[in-house]
């Protein structure tokens, strides 16, 4: 398992962006590296991904809005996330899948790694 540290989060208006970072310790190689969110009384929800062939794919509610980028030299990896919405409001981690896979997995049980969380509220 890799140590992960997740930040960037924060209070924000309906329209406003936000960017999310996740840096990692330990070898994170080509591994899937992605972004999922969960909100109070709901089941943590998958958000993004970069698979181990640097395909980059997005849940369709965030498609056109938010951007996943990384620098897999530095294991850093980011979520760049515009004209948020209420409903975006969750607390977000990155996470690690141990496989390598030339696509991502979109259930939690896939990861082994995680961060702390970011919580990221959209209200006005």
């Known amino acids: 398992q890799l140590q992960l540290e997740d930040s960037g989060g924060g209070l924000v208006q309906p329209g406003g962006s936000l960017r999310l970072s996740c840096a990692a310790s330990?070898?994170?190689?080509?591994?899937?590296i992605a972004w999922f969110r969960q909100a109070p009384g709901k089941e943590r929800e998958w958000v993004s991904c970069?698979?181990?062939?640097?395909?980059?794919e997005y849940t369709a509610p965030v498609k056109g809005r938010f951007t996943i980028s990384y620098d897999r030299e530095k294991k850093t990896w980011s979520l760049q996330m515009n004209n948020l919405k209420p409903e975006d409001s969750a607390v977000y981690s990155c996470a690690v899948d141990p496989r390598y896979r030339d696509y991502c997995e979109q259930e939690a049980k896939y990861y082994d790694s995680w961060g702390q969380g970011t919580q990221v509220t959209v209200s006005s």
């Open positions: 970069v698979s181990s062939d640097g395909t980059k």
């Open positions: 330990g070898p994170l190689d080509s591994r899937p």
